[in-house]
């Protein structure tokens, strides 16, 4: 998830003397990590294990592991949102998934996203996520 304004971000590159500098000082802003890195960071955080995710999350085995291992390098919003809930991440991890998979951030005017986050927040499951959609006429995670 973005920290800085995109305007200060430009601002410090254009005054920087060093683009190595500007990049080590800013490496959380810039889309240089890849998702299979951050899920893999956040394996080892949450000591999780994939097939507990995959399954938490509602995911195809098959299709899971190549998010995992890189080899789906462009998942479905909503295939990222799944394994979001299979952790469960926070939403601010959940954020930052979707920004370094460049697929959109949550946001809270959009009711099914405002759904969505109120379901990362209580810790549901995708199955939990996609009951109280439905319950709600919401169009369901795919």
Do not use: W
């Amino acid at each position: 998830m973005s920290e800085k304004d995109t305007y200060i971000l430009q601002e410090e590159l254009r005054k920087s003397d060093s683009l190595q500098k500007f990049e080590k000082e800013n490496d959380l802003e810039l889309c240089a990590k890849s998702v299979a890195d951050y899920l893999n960071e956040l394996l080892i955080k949450y000591d999780a294990h994939k097939p507990q995710i995959i399954k938490r999350g509602g995911l195809d085995e098959r299709y899971a592991y190549q998010i995992f291992s890189g080899d789906r390098p462009n998942p479905s919003r909503d295939k990222l949102i799944r394994i979001a809930f299979g952790f469960p991440l926070t939403l601010e991890e959940t954020q930052r998934l979707l920004y370094l998979g460049q697929l959109g951030e949550l946001y809270v005017r959009r009711k099914k996203d405002a759904y969505l986050m109120f379901a990362l927040e209580k810790g549901y499951d995708a199955m939990q996520a996609n009951d109280l959609l439905y319950e709600n006429g919401i169009e369901l995670l795919d």
